[in-house]
Every structure is written in structure tokens, then in C-alpha cells.
């Protein structure tokens, strides 16, 4: 069965400085896609970033990338130069064949920037 | 860039009532929408995938009757809670799909049944 793991429920970082958002999962499937997602305190689900299985390079989205280290099934987000409005919960997911058919999620990381 | 819409984003309702939240992909259209549930401080869960012009296909412990979801058209797809119950209130979100390649999550409507 697939699952994802954050084990971490909160998170503190200085503002501009960066933090990782740990990631981990387990699927038999060959081919999936993972994804990171920002909910602030409004609720909306924000895409941030999006990484296949088959993709050789991690993926970057301006200030956010995705370390992902397929052997060890971790998909850790890398937030660069924290920003006060980074403060939300974040969310990683993992989908069937890489598409975002049928997202499972994560518990959620709340993460904090502090000024 | 794909926008999804909720309505309404809040709802207050008694219990016994039933209560429908639409969801619209404004400027695509979505073969496939899903509506996901969130308890408060707690990951979403899946509640059903729906197709437009079928039946929806509801995740293991969500009850069929309970929360009937219409997928209409392409660009529409509703959920009505029937007989809400206290136990009811949450956060629900759709997202809509286009193609396989990327999904829309909508703002969220957040239902308090008293």
C-alpha cells in the first residue's frame, strides 16, 4: 500500500534563511509522481512543485526544489531564503503512474518563519 | 493559469439539513474531479473521484448516500451532505484534473453543522 510520511508536525525557521520539510514514502509502483503543496491559514491547496519518479534531475520551482533521493524514498522540500508569508502548512503527496490522478497525502509540516 | 472555484466557501447549516457545494473549473475542462475532506490540523483524505457523466467511485468508509456527488458537465461537479450531522463539519476541497498532467485545488468550503 502506499503511504507518506512527515514526521515532522512543526517546523521553525529565521526568515531568509532555508529549511528542509522531510518527506518519505513507500509504493511498489514504478512509476509515481510526488508533490508538494502550501496551505496557508485560508485553507486553498497551492501547488508548489512536482517531482516524477523517472526524473533524473530534482526538480526546482524558483525559491522551492525537491531533493529527491529515490533509493532511500525521501522527497524532502528545500524552502530557500525563508519569507514571512512561507508560514503554512505543507503538505506532500504521491499519485499513481506520476499523473496527480489520486493524490495520497501526508500528515502536514506547519511551518513557522520567524522575523 | 487553471482556476477552480468553490462555492459556498462558507456554510453554516442545523442539523438534518442537507447542504451542497458546487465546484467549477472556470477556464478548463476538467474530465476528472475529486473531493477530499480535512479534519482540523489533519492531512486531507480522499472521499470520492468523479468522472463526468458517471458515477463517482467513493473511497472505503465514505458512505454513497451520505454525500452525493453529481459530476454533471465537464466544468461542474457537486457534493451534497445529506442529513448533516455535527460529525459533518469540516473542511472539504475539490480539485479538478486536466488531463493527467496537473490538478486545481479549489479554495475550500468549510461546513459547521450545529
Known amino acids: 500500500a502506499q503511504k507518506i510520511t512527515q514526521t515532522q508536525p512543526g517546523m521553525f525557521v529565521q526568515e531568509k534563511e532555508a529549511v528542509t520539510l522531510d518527506c518519505t514514502y513507500d509504493?511498489?509502483?514504478?512509476?509515481?509522481?510526488l508533490f508538494w503543496y502550501k496551505q496557508p491559514s485560508s485553507g486553498e491547496m497551492i501547488f508548489l512543485i512536482y517531482?516524477?519518479?523517472?526524473?533524473?534531475q530534482n526538480a526546482t520551482e524558483g525559491r522551492y526544489s525537491l531533493n529527491f533521493q529515490k533509493a532511500r524514498k525521501s522527497a524532502n522540500l528545500v524552502i530557500s531564503a525563508s519569507q514571512l508569508g512561507d508560514s503554512a502548512m505543507y503538505f506532500c503527496?504521491?499519485?499513481?503512474?506520476?499523473?496527480?490522478?489520486?493524490?495520497?497525502f501526508g500528515k502536514g509540516t506547519k511551518l513557522s518563519v520567524k522575523p | 493559469g487553471a482556476v477552480v472555484s468553490q462555492h459556498p466557501s462558507r456554510v453554516i447549516c442545523k442539523s438534518g439539513t442537507s447542504v451542497k457545494i458546487e465546484c467549477r473549473s472556470l477556464?478548463?475542462?476538467?474530465?476528472?474531479m475529486f473531493w477530499y475532506r480535512q479534519f482540523p490540523k489533519k492531512s486531507l483524505m480522499l472521499m470520492a473521484t468523479?468522472?463526468?457523466?458517471?458515477?463517482?467511485?467513493?473511497e472505503q468508509g465514505v458512505e454513497k448516500d451520505k454525500f452525493l456527488i453529481n459530476h454533471a458537465s465537464l466544468t461542474l461537479s457537486t457534493l451534497t451532505v445529506t442529513s448533516a450531522h455535527p460529525e459533518d463539519s469540516s473542511f472539504y476541497i475539490c480539485?479538478?484534473?486536466?488531463?493527467?498532467?496537473?490538478?486545481?485545488f479549489g479554495p475550500g468550503t468549510r461546513l459547521t453543522v450545529l
Open positions: 480539485s479538478a484534473s486536466l488531463a493527467e498532467d496537473e490538478q486545481f
Open positions: 509504493t511498489s509502483d514504478q512509476s509515481y509522481g
Open positions: 517531482q516524477g519518479s523517472y526524473d533524473e
Open positions: 503527496a504521491m499519485s499513481h503512474s506520476g499523473g496527480q490522478g489520486n493524490l495520497i
Open positions: 477556464d478548463f475542462q476538467a474530465t476528472t
Open positions: 468523479s468522472n463526468e457523466g458517471s458515477k463517482a467511485t467513493y
